[in-house]
């Protein structure tokens, strides 16, 4: 039974009491309500002249409201107060409260305390860019591009959390951690193999891998279709340029500082983290689970990610050009 028909019981009770209908019986007969039930709430009745509900005993709350507005005003100001200065400032306005106590009112309130995302700085000339570009691109047809870009694995990366009991785990890492490059593609249609390298990237190397990967592309989605890069110098240089004008049927613009758009930068997400899972000892084992994690991704996931794309374009528009969260 819900909290809304024992509240209906009992105000019905309540009126044949004030009827002087006082007899558990009588009632019974008259609403149907459980004989139980009638006389619990008349014993109520007769023991405190009312069927509201007591106040609950208990200790009262160690933060007021007093306290948590307090709270709130400090890290408004200052959001990088460790618990223990919070507690100090607290105390200066005679509100005494422990570290626990405030790390627990806050995670209450839905407070994390968290790293900043790293992401580059855009200047009012990027943001009226991206905004200008968005308008451009709102209503494209998107499922005829392809989305490329290249990034760099770590080997031991260490960014997974864990739940633990007792002492935080400690995982040993090497002072110097070597690296794997990627470089891949996908549309619509499907992805490009993962090419995997550990030299430098210059312009005359990204237009080989390029290169090595046209026939991919052309089997995914024909002799029409769209190339899309960022605006890396290895990418915009006269050597990437003079290849790409004659072997890519539209090279698409593209904003300055706009991983966000990019959905390519989704994919690498998942690749890292699950990666990062498997605990790769080698650059070997690197080389392989980053294939292998590459080759996992289904293909709903690209169309879902090829389809974000309008809406990224109209968040852009929302946003004034500032950065999205994707």
């Not at 090419?195 to 052309?218: G, R, S, W």
């Amino acid at each position: 039974m819900t909290s809304s028909d024992l509240e209906s019981q009992r105000q019905t009770i309540l009126h044949f009491w004030k009827k002087g209908v006082r007899k558990p019986q009588e009632i019974h007969k008259l609403t149907s309500i459980p004989l139980s039930t009638i006389k619990y709430n008349i014993k109520k009745l007769n023991d405190t002249g009312t069927l509201s509900h007591r106040q609950k005993s208990g200790r009262p709350k160690k933060v007021t409201q007093t306290a948590s507005r307090t709270l709130g005003q400090f890290l408004r100001r200052d959001p990088t107060l460790s618990l223990r200065s919070l507690a100090n400032k607290l105390s200066k306005f005679d509100i005494n409260l422990s570290y626990v106590t405030i790390k627990r009112h806050l995670d209450e309130l839905g407070y994390k305390n968290s790293l900043p995302i790293g992401t580059p700085m855009l200047t009012e000339t990027h943001k009226a860019n991206r905004v200008e570009w968005a308008k451009k691109h709102l209503n494209d047809n998107w499922n005829k591009t392809i989305f490329t870009d290249e990034t760099a694995f770590q080997l031991f990366r260490n960014t997974i959390t864990q739940w633990h009991k007792g002492p935080r785990p400690i995982r040993p890492l090497p002072k110097n951690r070597q690296k794997i490059f990627t470089w891949a593609g996908f549309c619509s249609r499907g992805k490009t193999s993962l090419f995997c390298f550990t030299q430098i990237m210059d312009a005359n190397f990204y237009v080989e891998i390029v290169e090595k990967h046209l026939p991919e592309i052309n089997s995914m989605l024909g002799s029409r279709w769209r190339f899309q890069q960022d605006n890396d110098p290895k990418h915009t240089s006269r050597v990437a340029k003079g290849f790409l004008n004659e072997n890519v049927p539209v090279i698409i613009d593209w904003p300055s500082n706009s991983p966000d758009l990019n959905p390519i930068e989704n994919l690498w997400a998942i690749v890292k983290k699950n990666v990062e899972k498997r605990m790769p000892k080698s650059l070997d084992d690197l080389k392989q689970f980053l294939v292998e994690e590459w080759e996992l991704i289904p293909d709903s996931l690209l169309i879902n990610l090829v389809n974000s794309m309008k809406n990224r374009c109209a968040l852009i528009i929302e946003n004034n050009g500032e950065r999205i969260s994707y």
